[in-house]
C-alpha cells in the first residue's frame, strides 16, 4: 500500500494497493477527478506521482473512467451510468500517467478505476502459460449466468479475473446481486468496473458500473437500466492484488 | 539571428583537423537543423534557450549475422532524446578504423525496450549483407531532437558471425512480432500491431487496431511466417472503439496465433462488450492454457 504524493490535475491523495516486483506492477486504486477544474483542463494528460516505483516505466494499459448518470425516465428513475477505458502506464519510476480524453473535459466528477498490470518486456525469452480456473457461481437461488469466458488465474501476489457475464433472470435485473465465486481467493477486496451494456443516453460511451469483490464474494448494488436486454453483453477484467501478501 | 549568435559562443567546436575551434551562429543553426530534420522533424528557426547535455549511449552488445543486425542491452533514455545509428558495410577483417565508412542506417530511432533491431534498415540502406569473418563498424549516439543537439559517439566493430555462433554467445530472438510480411491470399482486418510475448511472465501485451472482417467482431491478420510453437494459445485483453463518430466503447476481446497450411494468422475476437470497429486493442493479458 502507498498513497501518491501529488498530482497535477486537482485531485487529492491517492491510496495505491500495490504488488511490485522488477518485471511488473500491479496497481489497484480508486479515485474521483473532477474534470472541469482548471487544474484537470490544463494538464495534456493526468500524471500521478509517486514514491519510487520497481520499474522504470510500462507498456500501455487500460484503466476504467466511469461517470455516474441518473435521469427521470417515463417517471422511473433509471441508471444511465457511463464510462470507458483510458490508456494508461508508467512514465518513469515515479509517475504513473493516464490519458486526458477531451470527450470528457467539463463533465464533472468521473471517477477512475484502476485495476490493472503494467507489465515491462523485453524478459528474456520464456513464453509462459497457465492454468486458468472457470469461474462458477454459488447461488441459493441461481439467477446470474456467466458465459464461457469467465475464469481467474491465481498468482501468490494477485488475481486476473476475466468475468464475462451472460445473464441474469428477469425478475433480478433491477435488484442487487450478491453470488460466491466458487474458489475465489478470499484476501482481495476491491471495487471492480462493471463494463458493458448498452448505454442509449450516453452513446458515445457503453454502460458502465461498478462492482464489489470481497471475501470470495461478488456484489453490485445497481446496474444499467437495460442490462439483460440483448448484447453488448458486460464484463469485468481486473487485475487484483491479494491482501495477505502485505 | 543575434539569439543563435549568443548561443553559439558557448558552444564548443572542433575543424576537420580536430582542433579547437569557435562555431558562428549561422553554422549552429545549419548543425542543429541538420539533425533534426534527419530525423524528421521541422526546422527550428528561433534558437533554443539553451543546450543541456545529451547522455552517452551505453548498451551491452550488439551483433550482425547473416540474417540479423542488432543491438542489445541499450540503456533507455526517455524523450526528447532519440538514438542515431550508423553502420558500414562488410569490412575486411584487417580494417581496424573504418568508422569514416559508416553512413546513417537510422536517424533516429526510439530504442524498443533495450533492443536496437536495425536488421531491416540496414539491409535496405547498405544493400548487401556482410559475409561470414566481415567486420562491421558501429557509431552511435542521442539526438536532442528538441534542440538538434548530439550526444559523442559510441563505437564498436563487429565481426559477422552466423546465427548459431550468435546464440552461443547470448543473442536470443525475442518472441515479438510487428513487422512480418503479410500474406496476400486472404484480405488481413488488423494494422499497426505489434504483439510481445517477452514479458517474463505468462502474459503477452498487444496493442492493434482492429478493423474488422466478414464476421462481426471478428478481426483477422494474415501473414506469411508461422509463429513460433511457444506463442500459440490465447488470451483475454481489452479494447477501444476509435470510430469516426468519437464513440469509445469498450470490448473483451480473444487473441489468438496460429499457423495454417498456407498462412499464419493473429485473430483478435470480440467476446463481450460492444463490437464497433475500427478498436484499438491494448494492454496485457494472461495466457492460459
Known sequence: MFVSTSNNFGAGQIQF???????????????????????????????IKVPDLSIGRSVEVPVAIRFADRRTISGQEVNCDGGTVLISKVADKNTIVIERHRLFDNQGEMTIIISAMYATLNN?????????????????????YMSDSAYFVADQHWVFLCM?????????KNLPWE?????????????????????????????????????????MQERMYNFCEGSPKPFVFAFLVRDTQE | MAAWNTLAKGVKSKTILGEAAEISGLNLYIKLNYNRVMAGYSIMADAPAALRAVPNVVYEAAWVTLTAVIIKGI??????????????????????KGWSKTVIISPGMEEDWGDADVTKLYFSTIGVQPALGEKVFLEMYWLNTTTGVTGLDARDSITCITDEEASIEGLTVRFKFNEMDLYEGRASSVSDYDLDFSTGIAAAYIDAICTGGATEGYSSLYLNTAFPEQVKGPFNCVARSTEANGNLKV?????????SKNYSQLSIATIAGNTGVPSHVFGVGIRYE
Open chain 1, 17 to 47: 494497493k500495490d504488488y511490485q516486483c522488477s518485471l511488473y506492477v500491479v496497481l489497484n486504486a480508486k479515485f474521483t477527478v473532477n474534470t472541469s477544474s482548471p487544474a484537470y483542463l490544463a494538464a495534456s494528460r493526468m500524471e
Open chain 1, 164 to 172: 464475462g457475464f451472460s445473464h441474469c433472470l428477469y425478475d433480478y
Open chain 2, 251 to 259: 470490448q473483451l476481446c480473444t487473441v489468438e496465433v496460429k499457423n
Open chain 1, 179 to 219: 453470488a460466491t465465486l466458487k474458489d475465489f481467493p478470499t484476501d482481495v477486496t476491491a471495487d471492480v468496473a462493471f463494463i458493458g451494456g448498452v448505454n442509449a443516453y450516453n452513446p458515445q460511451v457503453c454502460g458502465m458500473g461498478e462492482a464489489h469483490i470481497e471475501n470470495g464474494v461478488f456484489t
Open chain 2, 75 to 96: 540503456e533507455h533514455e526517455e524523450m526528447p532524446f532519440k538514438l542515431v545509428v550508423r553502420m558500414s558495410g562488410g569490412q575486411s577483417n584487417g580494417v581496424s
Open chain 1, 124 to 144: 528474456g525469452n520464456n513464453p509462459q502459460k497457465v492454468q486458468r480456473t472457470m469461474l462458477q457461481l454459488q447461488q441459493e437461488n441461481p439467477y446470474l
